[in-house]
């Protein structure tokens, strides 16, 4: 059986949180409320942060990490079953965001369970932290928004 290496993670990281980074700025434009364009803004930062802190890790400490218990098949449960497209509605945006939020917690705690570096563990653990967050501010406003509007 084939298994993630960090290096992998990693990879996948830098690019869940550009296109996390892409569906915010999407958002926002699409908010109509300006609390909801203000909330997109920052979560568009985070992420953005998110993606040049995994952009810089030292490619010579991650080789150092190859033995990891994620099985390489399990990486695809981290994807959003939503492709992204830069014409998504405002409702759909959150659906993948929701997704592609939880996913993100799910992948980064298990990553940290991967890492042997206690750093590295605590820095995917304060992402996986972050992402959390942003669902629970997703879900306050899609349970407002989506449900109340339809």
Do not use: W
């Not at 830069?86 to 917690?105: H, M, P």
């Amino acid at each position: 059986m084939e298994f993630v290496t960090l290096e992998d993670v990693i990879k996948f990281a830098v690019e869940r949180e550009d296109t996390a980074y892409k569906l915010y700025k999407r958002a926002a434009e699409l908010s109509t409320s300006i609390s909801s364009r203000k909330m997109f803004e920052e979560m568009a930062a985070e992420e953005a942060t998110h993606k040049d802190v995994f952009v810089k890790i030292d490619g010579d400490k991650v080789e150092n990490h190859k033995l990891c218990t994620l099985p390489e098949s399990s990486i695809a449960k981290y994807l959003a079953d939503i492709p992204f497209r830069e014409n998504l509605t405002y409702s759909e945006i959150l659906a993948y965001a929701l997704k592609t939020e939880e996913n993100a917690y799910q992948l980064y705690k298990a990553a940290a369970g991967m890492a042997d570096d206690p750093k590295l563990q605590k820095m995917l653990m304060s992402f996986a932290d972050v992402e959390l967050g942003h669902r629970r501010r997703l879900e306050a406003i899609y349970e407002e928004r989506v449900l109340t509007e339809g």
